[in-house]
């Protein structure tokens, strides 16, 4: 559904694309009129044009609404093909009665010799005046054809071809409310969402529905929908483990987090991934970092699911929907508060940097000439290379610390974490990866924050080979920030249809998206794409 939503409402980059082709195919410049109608289906503007054939009919729907095109129809195009040999149709014409043959004669002056071989388009009306043949004439001729097996014909309204009503003009120009049509899609998505959140609703299905209507008469349960009828009412399948802590997991984060952050960085956070944003926002210093790192992303998809269907969030309805916590969440949330406190906050360590932490103890107590346990235990090590804290306050809340650990050690825990979450520390997994040397260079490069451009630019070497290079860098555990490297709108297309085409190649992502974007820009984004959504890379045979 979300995929048809998508092409039922296109970008209107895609929608400027196809009005620019339109004119552009028949060589029609700004305010000059087309004098002829193009005779081109929405296949073939969709290659012309780069972008998907539904997304084709969607955008002439949009235009002819506008009325700056007509389809076919009144128009008057038809299709015809002849469907037997140029020979058998001169015999044929010779044999039939004058009313008809003046019409057959009509049709292959007005079409040529060409549908004798593929379907041709032509205009009835213009042909009929001009060779002053009766509608009613023609129809009966065509229908005697058709009976006779010489043509095959499509009348006007059920073949393409396009009328263009008005001339050509800057897009921006046009009469086209797009605040409006975009607000349908949004729409749409609401709809659409709704229907999701009935799907998974383990509420009684009938109080849904009267909601939804707005009948307050909903009380008590139905007794015979799924829900009612269900053993479990209240836990979907996967969430029999702990569904009632997940739910009070993600009250918490969102109570954190303040509705800035989608679900990617949601999730992140419940189960403790150290993802790029996770590192640059700060957030595993939040409390309620991986708090259910138990848990995986797919559970924590259901109870978001869940958590969304109860009212307790709301996830807007738009490009990049946010989650954030609603006034029945907030009440909820406030009156289980202590319970998060009690249960054990786990959470996933890193072990070079917990290595490297053990080094910096060793270190210290050989200087005091103290036992490592004696300057700070293992737990305690563990829960700082864990949580990653960045001043006392972080450091007294997440274990218990002596306070000469506090005054004389921490600052020397604090240094190495800053390295460790700054750039020094990115530049050192770089060292340890055995990639080849002019990969690394192009990461060093994509780490100071260059576009991709600017490191074609700078390293003054053609822009495939860099994109090959930072593929190979994304693809292994190094760490790239996308947003520098590529546009958001181009990595945003790739993503929706990588969603839906998760096997896709390079070469099909260029023909979805056309020659807007370059294959080197693609093949990264099409690299970023693969690893969020966690799409493995089958060898080559
Ligand atoms: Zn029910």
Redesign the pocket.
């Known amino acids: 559904m979300d995929f048809f939503l998508e092409a039922t409402y296109p970008d209107k980059h895609d929608i400027e694309l196809l009005y620019e082709t339109i004119y552009d195919v028949q060589g029609i410049a700004v305010g000059n009129r087309s004098v002829a109608p193009l005779l081109m289906d929405s296949y073939q503007l969709s290659s012309r044009a780069g972008i998907r054939s539904i997304a084709v009919d969607a955008a002439v729907s949009l235009f002819e609404r506008y009325g700056i095109v007509r389809r076919g129809g009144e128009s008057g195009l038809a299709t015809i093909q002849f469907t037997t040999s140029q020979d058998r149709v001169k015999e044929y014409a010779a044999n039939i009665a004058a009313d008809k043959q003046q019409v057959l004669i009509a049709l292959l002056r007005s079409v040529g010799a060409g549908a004798l071989s593929a379907p041709m388009m032509f205009d009835v009306r213009e042909m009929l005046a001009k060779h002053d043949i009766a509608m009613e004439q023609f129809e009966s001729a065509m229908r005697t054809f058709e009976y006779g097996r010489i043509v095959r014909y499509q009348p006007p309204g059920a073949s393409g071809g396009l009328t263009l009503l008005l001339e050509r003009m800057p897009f921006s120009r046009l009469p086209i409310d797009f605040p409006a049509f975009y607000e349908r899609k949004e729409r749409a998505i609401r709809k659409l969402d709704i229907v999701e959140r009935y799907a998974v609703t383990t509420d ?4 849904f529905i009267l909601q939804y209507f707005q009948e307050d008469d909903c009380r008590g ?5 799924s ?2 009828m269900s053993t479990s009412p209240k836990k979907l399948p996967k969430l029999d483990r702990d569904g009632e802590f997940l739910r009070q997991a993600i009250l918490s984060v969102c109570s954190e987090t303040a509705g800035r952050f989608g679900v990617g960085v949601i999730t992140d956070i419940l189960i403790g991934n150290k993802s790029p944003k996770i590192l640059r926002y700060g957030m595993y210093s939040m409390k309620s970092y991986g708090i259910a790192c138990d848990f995986d992303a797919d559970e924590i998809a259901i109870a978001l699911r869940q958590a969304q269907s109860d009212s307790i969030i709301e996830i807007s309805a738009d490009h990049f929907p946010t989650v954030s916590m609603t006034s029945l969440g907030f009440a909820i949330a406030k009156n289980l508060h202590p319970s998060f406190e009690l249960k054990q906050m786990t959470i996933k360590i890193d072990n070079r940097f917990l290595e490297k932490l053990v080094h910096l103890r060793s270190e210290l107590a050989n200087i005091d000439k103290l036992s490592p346990e004696t300057i700070v235990s293992d737990t305690a090590l563990q829960r700082i290379a864990g949580t990653l804290p960045m001043n006392r306050e972080e450091l007294k809340a997440i274990t218990e610390i002596s306070d000469i650990f506090l005054t004389r050690y921490s600052s020397h825990f604090f240094a190495a974490i800053k390295q460790y979450i700054g750039t020094d520390t990115e530049n050192d997994d770089l060292k340890s990866s055995d990639l080849p040397p002019t990969i690394k260079e192009s990461v060093r490069l994509a780490r100071q924050g260059m576009s991709f451009w600017q490191i074609v630019e700078t390293r003054n070497i053609d822009p495939g080979t860099i994109a090959k290079h930072l593929e190979t860098a994304i693809a292994s555990t190094l760490i790239l920030e996308r947003e520098t490297l590529i546009g958001e709108e181009l990595y945003r297309q790739v993503r929706q249809y990588i969603v839906h085409n998760r096997r896709a190649v390079l070469r099909e992502l260029r023909e979805h998206c056309g020659a807007r974007y370059q294959m080197s820009e693609l093949r990264i984004a099409l690299a970023f794409a693969r690893k969020e959504l966690n799409i493995a890379v089958l060898p080559k045979k």
């Open positions: 009684c299905k009938r109080n349960s139905c007794g015979r929908c829900s009612c």
